[in-house]
């Protein structure tokens, strides 16, 4: 998820309530809508084994579910963050995460309050944003808060939030330093409490922005170079045992879905990138999940630009797990 992305969040607000934040106005709930009829940035797909159905959210912290992959029910609200938090009582949600762990559910997502402003790196000020996690005993929710009140540096602005538990058996966020903020995006590990209540230590830099050999920007003055942005970090390990990580930048004005490799097998690294992008151009901030006849897939969307409106709906792709590295084949329509 990146700054760009802030015209989709119109009318997917929370309002204040005595007690937490309810979400406004709700889309209209509709039943057995195909896939590539729903408007949706950052698509995550649960494949919930408890209760055999797939749990779709991304931007906007709605749900959707589906028994198939074909059809659709939804959306519903599902997050119920603090309205007396450092969220306020109307917070954006961008790139929404749901992680089964030890008996509980734990929603990952970007939260921004517009009235709160932090400072940037040259200058100037930004709206406050932050991954942050919620938790609930079921897929679909509600998701409410934990103890701690944050989990990152309240003057550092963060996003893409994701989870992983590494060779050491310790479980970890993931996240982005946003671009806008230090001019050079990074992707960064943090531990988490054992409970996922909060996190322990400081944020490490994994890689950054510029280490990538694909990405392109084009400045108004020098020389072509590597593009800012880290968008939309995913974990993943081949059936070799090999450690992977999907992430986004851009190629000039061309959404672009990257991936790196860690030598070491663990988030410690290094984190080598691959020459080339993973998936055709205009796609991104995928992720990927097992379906329950044990098929792998590729969930990202598409990006398109018409008429200034970023319009982007949620695409599946054929995975390959079983080498040294992770194949993405063919388009797959359910």
Known sequence: MHRFLVILAGGLLLSSSPALAQQRPLPPSRKNVPLDSIRLSDPFILA???????????????????????????????????????????????????????????????????????????????????????????????????????????NKSTLDGTFWVDKDGKPYLLYCHEWVQNQNGTVEKIALKPDLSGTVGTGQVLFRASDSPWSRENPRTGPVRPNKVTDGPWVFRTKTGRLGMLWTSWVYDVYTQGVAYSASGTLAGPWQQEPTPITPPNYGHGMLFRTFEGKDFLVLHSHQDIKGDYHRVPHLFEADLSGDKLVIGKPYTP
Do not use: C
């Open 48 to 154: 919930d084994q408890r209760t055999h159905t797939y749990y779709m959210t991304g931007t906007g912290g709605l749900l959707w579910q589906s028994k198939d992959l074909k059809r659709w029910d939804g959306p519903s609200q599902v997050a119920q963050p603090d309205p007396a938090s450092w969220m306020g009582p109307t917070p954006m949600i961008w790139a929404a995460e749901i992680h089964p762990y030890k008996g509980k559910y734990y929603y990952f997502a970007t939260f921004t309050n517009r009235a709160l402003k932090i400072d940037a790196d040259k200058g100037g000020t930004l709206e406050r944003r932050a991954t942050h996690v919620l938790v609930s005993d079921q897929a679909a929710g509600p998701y409410r808060p934990m103890k701690d009140e944050t989990y990152l540096p309240a």
